[in-house]
């Protein structure tokens, strides 16, 4: 019942309100008209009476008239500038006025519409670009009614309002800190999730972090961000934007991505590809379950992810170690068929050309 009243009461007090505004923006306009009128009018009728004194000059007078005409119209025409300057300054205030009402009228119809009120669920987030080191970015915080009322109130749950629409978002990892900043403006410094590996589906590019999150697609024609690696060989459902993706696959290509990373491998060997086709064993449980691909097309067996428990697994040190090892004899592993980490020491196939040699060698062939 109360609705009732209400509704239609709130209803004819905005027209009222619409109207009386329309009507002081009608009333300032016709007075500027007015004015403008007016202006001209006062000044042709303070240069008149110079005009009909310089004409009733008589000729015997003409010398007396003569002095006493030039102060009489300095007179007249200091009265009309200083009117004229007043009207001038009234019409220009009055402009004013009208535009600065007519403004804030829009401005208000524009906040109140659906179409120009922006929603925090929907921010949008570029992938951090590789010059900045910063993990945590800050951004204002867009405001609707429900948070402008927590923050002209100081009400404490405006931070865990704001903490929990933004990390409704998936680029947001976590928000580290809310504050406000006066008059009515809200900020937050958030960690912002990176795309860590690109899942290869076919034709298409799934992004994920380094927690196995799915991030939201990028648009089309966007380059594979830096510091990002190619993973192929997951299969099964792809989750939803902003779920984990629980593939076992997945996980492992991550392991290998950190143990890269912390090694900086990327400084002496670029890796274009990683391959966990073989996860598990599926495949073949005598090869090799992840696959590093290098730039130079040679595949590197790197064996099981480091978080496995099977017993003879080489740790991520001694896996770096032989590599090593084998990139100091074969720069960038070319000449290379094949590079196996998984044994006690590195293991390296040579390609043909590369094992006739050897052999020619081993033989005392080789000329002298």
Not at 221 to 243: F, I, K
């Amino acid at each position: 019942m109360m609705q009732r009243v209400v509704g239609p009461a709130m209803a004819g007090a905005a027209r009222a309100r619409e109207s009386v505004l329309a009507g002081v923006s009608r009333v300032g306009l016709e007075a500027i008209d007015l004015w403008a009128s007016l202006r001209a009018n006062v000044r042709h009728a303070l240069a008149r009476p110079s005009r009909l004194v310089a004409g009733l000059s008589l000729p015997w007078s003409r010398r007396r008239a003569r002095a006493v005409a030039v102060p009489v119209a300095a007179d007249s025409a200091g009265r009309s500038r200083l009117v004229a300057r007043l009207l001038d300054a009234v019409l220009v205030g009055a402009t004013v006025f009208v535009v600065i009402l007519m403004h804030r009228e829009i401005y208000l119809q524009m906040q109140a519409s659906p179409a120009y009120r922006a929603r925090v669920e929907d921010l949008r987030m570029a992938v951090r670009p590789a010059w900045a080191p910063q993990e945590t970015v800050v951004v204002a915080v867009p405001m609707d009614a429900t948070l402008a009322k927590q923050a002209q109130g100081c009400d404490a749950g405006l931070v865990g309002e704001v903490a929990r629409r933004l990390e409704s978002n998936p680029w947001v990892r976590r928000v580290v800190e809310v504050r406000r900043s006066y008059p009515d403006r809200v900020e937050a410094r958030v960690e912002l999730r990176r795309p860590q590996a690109c899942i290869l589906r076919g034709t298409r590019t799934i992004y994920v972090d380094a927690d196995g999150v799915r991030l939201p697609d990028l648009r089309p024609g966007t380059p594979m961000p830096e510091g990002c690696y190619e993973v192929a060989g997951v299969d099964g459902p792809v989750p939803a934007v902003g779920a984990p993706w629980g593939h076992a696959g997945v996980r492992g290509a991550l392991d290998v991505i950190r143990s890269l990373d912390a090694y900086r491998v990327e400084r002496v060997l670029a890796v274009t590809r990683i391959d966990v086709s073989n996860i598990g064993g599926r495949r073949d449980a005598r090869e090799s379950e992840i696959v590093c691909w290098a730039a130079s097309g040679v595949p590197v067996a790197w064996g099981r992810p480091s978080t496995t428990d099977a017993f003879g697994e080489n740790a991520v040190g001694t896996k770096m170690r032989l590599l090593a090892l084998a990139l100091e004899a074969f720069p960038f592993l070319r000449g290379l068929e094949r590079v196996d980490l998984r044994f006690d020491r590195v293991v390296v196939r040579p390609r043909p050309e590369w094992r006739m040699i050897a052999s020619a060698a081993a033989s005392g062939s080789l000329p002298q």
